[in-house]
């Protein structure tokens, strides 16, 4: 699939990007260049082969979920400027 400037132009306006008519040759050829090997993958032929969460088929390792830290709930809670019912009053942002 060939893009000619016009859709480049097209694509820049959506994406709200400044694109010089010196570029817009460019980037036709290069996206062009993508879109061609994105054809050429569509090509591949996958039947049979299962898709791969993992290229080594490796399990990932687990370490047990243990509590590493103590509660310090209230000691953060302490030197804070403001909080109620143990949480934090914040200044609102958005009307």
Do not use: W
């Amino acid at each position: 699939m060939a893009l000619e400037n016009a859709d480049i132009e097209k694509i820049a306006v959506l994406a709200r990007l400044q694109v010089t008519p010196s570029e817009t040759n460019d980037y036709a050829n290069s996206i062009s260049s993508i879109l061609s090997l994105m054809d050429q993958m569509q090509l591949v032929n996958t039947d049979g082969v299962e898709p791969l969460s993992n290229p080594h088929d490796a399990t990932q390792r687990l370490r047990k979920d243990e509590v590493t830290c103590d509660n310090q709930r209230e000691a953060f809670i302490a030197i804070a400027p403001a909080t109620e019912d143990g949480l934090y009053l914040v200044p609102k942002v958005i009307d």
